[in-house]
């Protein structure tokens, strides 16, 4: 061999790529998935059109070789050689399948008498011969009317099935048949038991959308309140304080727009609550956001505009919570600044937002005797943490809602406090 020539070594037949001992072990959850997808697609499909597929499939293997030594045999009857009578009530075991959901009832007659007839003949034991026991599982899950009826009825048939194979020389003993009894029985059980399940399930998911219904109209109610209460209120202030500035033609011109921004605010946030309600796809409709608490400030601009002393302070970075915390942070602000222009119209209110990366907590607190919010109607049969308007009381609930702590009443000292800390992570 000369030197530098390449030594060529014969090579043995390449493993075939991905076929390592990983891609090995990935085919049986392949095989799965695929076999979790064809699942789902079968279920899909309608009942009417699944039960015709299946009976033509039961069909054809109920006349597959392999399978004929598959299958239910009363009797024990002398077999006889196959015919055109035991393929024909072979088939009558059989295609009567494809109506097994929509006519149980009718699919258990036809099967039954078919099954009678074939194993009365002696005929040889086929595969179709176990459509008698999917009829009676149909019948026990898909049966509606005649619920009772139809299983005592069955029972006379099987009796007087019994009957004729003891008539014809059957050496089954009455013991026997009763076992075969039993087994039917447990059949039919095992469908009535389905059945009871599916309308459990059924009510579970009516029961599950109702409750969802219901807090979507209450969480709806209290945003209707917030949003309603909140401009109202303050384009009531504004107005009552506009007709005292007619002669500073500035400051009127102020507080009027004070007035059309007020009104445009509670249209838009309208805008967005029906389209929630209207359910018309659109979770936001242009120009209408749920507002947040990065808002906060505009809003305390705007009770500022009213003539009411607001001051606020915010500690911390904002976390990027979720928008359920956002909006429960500012409606908050909104209702409480709402409460102290209505139940203490000029008292120093403080609003504080302290923010962390797990929490962001919210305070407001009005200064003033105690007897200043004693007509307040959201504060009656007041005390600490005790409120009985609607207003408060749907704050406590979002609050609670989200995972968080609410607490108002009064202050020792005099005024009223509003206090929440609410998780950065609510969804609610």
Request: hydrophobic fraction near 45%; aromatic fraction near 6%; charged fraction near 20%.
């Amino acid at each position: 061999m000369r030197e530098g020539q390449a030594v060529r070594v014969p090579a043995g037949p390449a493993a075939p790529t991905g076929a390592g001992p990983g891609s090995r072990a990935s085919l049986p959850a392949a095989a799965t998935a695929r076999l979790r997808l064809l699942w789902r697609w079968w279920e899909a499909r309608p009942a009417v059109v699944r039960d015709r597929e299946f009976a033509l499939v039961f069909t054809v293997l109920s006349f597959t070789p392999p399978l004929s030594l598959i299958g239910a045999q009363f009797g024990d009857l002398p077999v006889q050689e196959a015919s055109v009578a035991s393929v024909l009530l072979t088939l009558g075991q059989t295609l009567p399948v494809a109506v097994r959901t929509r006519w149980p009832a009718a699919c258990l007659a036809m099967t039954g008498a078919s099954f009678a007839v074939h194993q009365s003949l002696g005929a040889p034991t086929t595969f179709g011969s176990l459509g008698l026991y999917i009829a009676l599982y149909s019948v026990g899950a898909h049966q509606e009317r005649f619920r009772q009826t139809v299983p005592l009825t069955a029972t006379g048939g099987c009796v007087l099935f019994c009957v004729v194979l003891h008539l014809l020389g059957s050496p089954t003993g009455p013991i026997d048949f009763l076992l075969i009894y039993l087994v039917l029985v447990t059949v039919w059980g095992l469908g009535a038991l389905a059945r009871r399940q599916r309308r459990q399930e059924a009510a579970r998911r009516r029961l599950t959308a109702q409750v969802a219904i219901a807090e979507e109209r209450s969480r709806m109610a209290r945003e209707l309140h917030d949003v309603v209460t909140h401009h109202v209120t303050a384009m009531v202030v504004q107005s009552g304080a506009a007709q005292y500035l007619t002669q500073s033609p500035d400051r009127l011109n102020d507080a009027l727009h004070a007035i059309n921004g007020s009104g445009r605010r509670a249209l838009a946030e309208l805008r967005f609550l029906l389209g929630v309600l209207e359910a018309t796809g659109e979770s936001r409709p242009e120009g209408s956001a749920p507002p947040v608490p990065g808002l906060v400030p505009d809003l305390v601009e705007q009770i500022r505009a009213g003539g009411q002393p607001v001051e606020l302070i915010e500690e911390g970075r904002q976390p990027d919570t979720a928008v359920g915390a956002r909006l429960a942070a500012y409606r908050i602000v909104q209702e409480s600044l709402t409460n102290a222009v209505k139940y203490a119209p000029g008292r120093r209110t403080l609003v504080r937002l302290a923010h962390t990366p797990d929490w962001t907590e919210v305070e407001v607190t009005t200064a003033g005797a105690g007897d200043s919010t004693a007509e307040s109607v959201a504060l009656r049969d007041g005390g600490p943490h005790v409120s009985g308007g609607r207003g408060l009381t749907g704050l406590r609930e979002r609050v609670e809602a989200l995972g968080g702590e609410f607490a108002a009443g009064f202050r020792p000292e005099g005024g009223f406090r509003v206090h929440a800390r609410i998780p950065a992570g609510g969804t609610a």
